[in-house]
């Protein structure tokens, strides 16, 4: 399998669950992201990791917790969420070096739905 | 921080007809990038712009660089129904401290009609 693959594709929970969203990549990149997408609005970035270390976090609340085991798997922790959290959750991928960054690779994303 | 402003926010145009979209910036980037994203899917890069003045072309699609590095643009010629998507410019800065981060553009809506 190659690219950036999420899962799962489509996710509705409780705002008392617990959940988790996964993002695996087959690319070899050394960067990963989280975003988030909701509807009419920007893609706005959540986390940075590079070399499985947190570089950003982008004022993210709490419910939401990333964990980077490797540089090939990234997870976004849910719990206790709230319905304007609904949208389309984004993971990237990027080769970066500092001579040069050639974009990122998305996944198709996770829709989810707080009810 | 930088900030861009893509324009337009939508576009309603019929099947055949040419489109062309442009980010702005406030500061200079490395790389300019164009993605496509189609509905309930995540974006897909379209063409990568590396230096200043540089145009490029992908099928019907062609992208330039402006030579101030301030600013790219995306024309689209003969609009097919396929087309239809979210079109995002990102702005790459990359050097010290710096690289790696995308900047995007809020995107352009484009509605092709048969």
């Known amino acids: 399998e190659t690219g950036v693959t999420q899962t799962p594709r489509h996710l509705v929970m409780g705002m008392t669950n617990k959940k988790s969203l996964k993002c695996e990549q087959h690319?070899?990149?050394?960067?990963m992201y989280w975003y988030k997408q909701s509807a009419k609005k920007p893609l706005e970035l959540m986390f940075v990791y590079n070399f499985k270390e947190q570089t950003e976090n982008n004022s993210v609340p709490s419910r939401f917790s990333p964990e980077c085991p490797n540089s090939s798997h990234l997870f976004l922790h849910l719990h206790t969420l709230q319905p304007e959290d609904s949208a389309l959750y984004l993971c990237?991928?990027?080769?970066?070096?500092?001579?040069?960054?050639?974009?990122?690779?998305f996944g198709s994303g996770t829709r989810l739905t707080v009810v | 921080g930088q900030q861009l402003n893509q324009s337009p926010q939508s576009m309603f145009i019929q099947e055949g007809e040419d489109v062309s979209m442009n980010c702005t910036s406030s500061s200079i980037f490395n790389t300019w990038l164009w993605y496509k994203q189609d509905p309930g899917e995540g974006p897909v890069l379209l063409i990568a712009l590396y230096k200043a003045g540089e145009l490029t072309s992908n099928g019907r699609l062609t992208a330039q660089f402006g030579i101030t590095r301030k600013d790219s643009f995306l024309n689209i010629s003969a609009s097919i129904p396929s087309d239809v998507g979210i079109y995002f410019c990102a702005g790459q800065l990359w050097g010290g401290t710096s690289y790696g981060k995308l900047t995007f553009g809020q995107g352009t809506i484009l509605t092709v009609h048969p």
């Open positions: 990237a991928s990027s080769q970066d070096h500092p001579t040069g960054g050639y974009g990122y690779t």
């Open positions: 690319l070899g990149h050394n960067a």
